[in-house]
């Protein structure tokens, strides 16, 4: 059997300590060893009746329950102030045979996946390369877990791919201890694994694409995600180039999202020397200086071939982190020294400029250093506000500021999650990532902070949507209803319809309800969730 | 005089403690780190399930190498994903004023998580 240790706690934290938060009990499920019992499909069903038991105790005690995956979510989206359950060690793949993939379905075998909830991208990665297979995009690094992913909408900067959550096309759910609530559910309009083969996975079988469009991006509120089904594809090599270019240049590259125009690197053009689409674009902005141009790093694909350079520099360094403490501590009491100490800084913050690379997915977004307390403020916008957002929050933080902290823009394609905050055909997400630093009669906090950067959108009409997983004042009125407006209320209505009243309240958390999203809905049509 | 010399002493040996104190880690590539969802460490090692040794090990003539062992409950896979080396003034001496019979150890390592 599949086994839990349950500790008595009095709080936990994020990775980079964006609480401490209170606790009860944390909750580590470890599998049955595979000499034991040898099948995945046994062991996996074996780990739904071990959380299902997790669940039951959860609803004897009148208590939440949350799953949990690297804890890298900065919000306290992943907090439950009663049971947290830690999915780190649920890390099995299930081969998908070749009959387990319907016959009307869109994917082909080969690079479909399935893989348990506490895998992260690396082992993912790794296990898909053994196939020769790779996922069509990450985060900017690799630690985090396929259900964390998800469940927040984790992107990178493939502006023409997409983020994470939108290469998922099966997702397992444990929505509560009776068996009934052992789920599987896919899109009715793209279906992938075959009834029989879910079966085999003691899951009822829900096809229904606004279900599944609303679980996609669940911010841990859907149930307990076992499992997903991912689509890869081909290994291929990503030509990453990093280059100081003309801010006019970046900022209109931004706002329009047309290549085709200027040649960004002499030799990424097409055999009649037409500039080729990146793959990746991304911009660094230090608004503390006031520099003519931009870091840009753009990546190119290229069709896997060996052998290539070793991607990885031999020796890495890090900033050393008492100083960035030491910084901080200054910065707190003279923040006019913050601009200083990032210029000081910009060298070990920015990638060196015309630094190139070329490698597989996995090694261009390879293990992210722990850089102590940090933050991350990340705004989605419609790629065409790109320039007059960036002006607008900078300003903000320059007014307000300084923050110890710099922008950066990624831009992704739009997806099909309800929730999902990457809305915009393209989104540019803005970002500004530093180290934390605590509140003085200098300097404002966070949370003040990010309310200032949400007025100040707002007072533009900007549409505008927040990284679920990165700081920002989640109960500013009218938040979600601003960002969403109809969809929020089309995602609570699904979760209405999946969830019973006290299950919907095992899985809800202070996050949810601080952004009302744990309200239920009185009126659901009753066929609302009915496979299609 | 002597409380001169005895502080130049003192600062060469305060001096020779820095440098002579450094480590060195040696990360993989591949494989994914073992977590550690009870770490409350905040350094490289937060969230990983580290080992650690720090032991004096004792040599005779005839020893000419050591090895370690990575095993066990912590690292349940036992392969690794990184080890780093620490050496400091006081190994140095001890190498030094017991000939080599008794060398310290100081060695961190992170095993790779169980595939399953
Ligand atoms: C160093 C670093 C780099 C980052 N880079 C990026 C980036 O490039 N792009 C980006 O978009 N974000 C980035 N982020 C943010 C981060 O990737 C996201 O917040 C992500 O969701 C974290 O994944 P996790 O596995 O740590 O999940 P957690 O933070 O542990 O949890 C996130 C959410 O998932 C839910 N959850 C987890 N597992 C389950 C499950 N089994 N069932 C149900 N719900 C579950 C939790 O309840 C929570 O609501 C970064 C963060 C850090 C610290």
């Known amino acids: ?532 | 005089m002597r409380k001169t010399t005895f502080s130049i002493l003192f600062i060469i040996v305060v001096l020779l403690c820095f440098t002579s104190c450094y480590s060195v880690r040696i990360v993989s590539s591949q494989g994914t780190v073992n977590p550690d969802p009870m770490s409350e460490r905040a350094d490289f090692y937060r969230d990983k399930m580290i080992i650690e040794l720090d032991t004096v090990v004792k040599a005779s003539a005839f020893t000419d190498e050591v090895s370690f062992i990575a095993s066990g409950t912590r690292c349940k896979s036992g392969k690794l994903h990184s080890v780093e080396y620490k050496n400091s003034f006081g190994a140095s001496l001890l190498y030094l004023v017991t000939f080599g019979s008794r060398r310290k150890v100081k060695i961190k390592y992170v095993c790779l998580k169980t595939e399953n």
């Not at chain 1, 911010?219 to 180039?241: K, N, T």
């Open chain 1, 1 to 532: 059997m599949a086994h839990t240790t349950t500790y008595a706690k009095t709080s936990w934290d994020t990775l980079h300590n964006n609480g401490p938060f209170p606790l009860k009990y944390l909750q580590i499920t470890e599998l049955e060893s595979n000499s034991t019992l040898p099948n995945a499909i046994a062991r996996y069903n074996d780990a739904t009746l071990e959380i299902q038991q997790l669940i039951q105790q959860a609803l004897a005690h009148n208590q939440g329950f949350r799953a949990y995956g690297s804890r890298w979510s900065m919000s306290s989206i992943a907090h439950q102030k009663d049971r947290l359950h830690y999915n780190g060690y649920m890390n099995l793949d299930i081969p998908i045979p070749v009959d387990a993939v319907r016959s009307d379905s869109p994917y082909q075998v080969e690079n479909l996946f399935f893989f348990q909830c506490g895998n992260t991208i690396k082992e993912i990665s790794q296990k898909l390369s053994q196939s020769g297979k790779s996922l069509k995009t990450s985060g900017a690094s690799n630690g985090q877990t396929i259900a964390g992913c998800i469940s927040t909408g984790v992107h990178g900067s493939a502006l023409d791919v997409g983020a994470i959550q939108d290469y998922v096309v099966g997702i397992q759910l444990i929505t509560g201890p009776k068996a009934k609530d052992v789920l599987y559910l896919e899109r009715h309009t793209k279906p992938a694994l075959t009834s029989a083969f879910v079966h085999q996975l003691n899951a009822t079988v829900i096809r229904n694409d606004e279900l599944f469009n609303a679980a996609l991006v669940s911010l841990g509120s859907f149930g307990f995600i076992h499992g997903v089904v991912i689509e890869a594809e081909d290994r291929f090599l990503l030509h990453r180039y990093v280059r100081k270019v003309d801010k006019q240049l970046a900022l209109s590259l931004a706002d329009t999202m047309d290549f085709s125009s200027q040649v960004l690197i002499p030799e990424a053009v097409d055999r009649n020397g037409k500039p080729l689409r990146p793959y990746h674009y991304k911009v660094f902005i230090n608004q503390y200086v006031n520099d003519p141009q931009y870091v840009i790093e753009v990546m190119y694909k290229k069709p896997y071939v060996t052998p290539y350079p070793d991607p990885f520099t031999i020796i890495n360094k890090s900033l050393y982190r008492d100083l960035i403490h030491l910084l901080i501590k200054i910065s707190e009491k003279y923040p006019k020294t913050i601009p200083w100490f990032i210029k000081k800084l910009e060298k070990q913050i920015l990638p060196d400029v015309n630094e190139e690379t070329l490698g597989t997915l996995y090694e261009t977004f390879w293990d992210a250093p722990y850089q102590g307390p940090a933050f991350a403020c990340s705004f989605g916008v419609d790629h065409k506000d790109s320039s007059k957002v960036l002006e607008l929050l900078t300003k903000t933080t320059l007014q307000e500021g300084p923050i110890p902290g710099i922008f950066a823009m990624r831009f992704v394609k739009g997806g099909k999650a309800t929730l999902g905050f990457t809305k915009f055909p393209i989104t540019c997400v803005i970002e500004i990532d530093g180290v934390l630093w605590q509140k003085t009669n200098k300097l404002i906090s966070l949370k003040e902070y990010s309310n200032k950067m949400i007025t100040v959108l707002q007072q533009h009409n900007i549409d505008f949507t927040l990284h679920w997983g990165k700081n920002a004042d989640w109960s500013y009125p009218g938040l979600i209803n601003y960002m969403y407006s109809a969809k929020a209320e089309e995602w609570k209505k699904f979760r209405t319809a999946l969830l019973r009243p006290e299950l919907a309240r095992v899985f809800s958390n202070h996050f949810l309800e601080s952004t009302k999203l744990s309200d239920s809905v009185s009126v659901v049509p009753q066929d609302l969730i009915v496979s299609l």
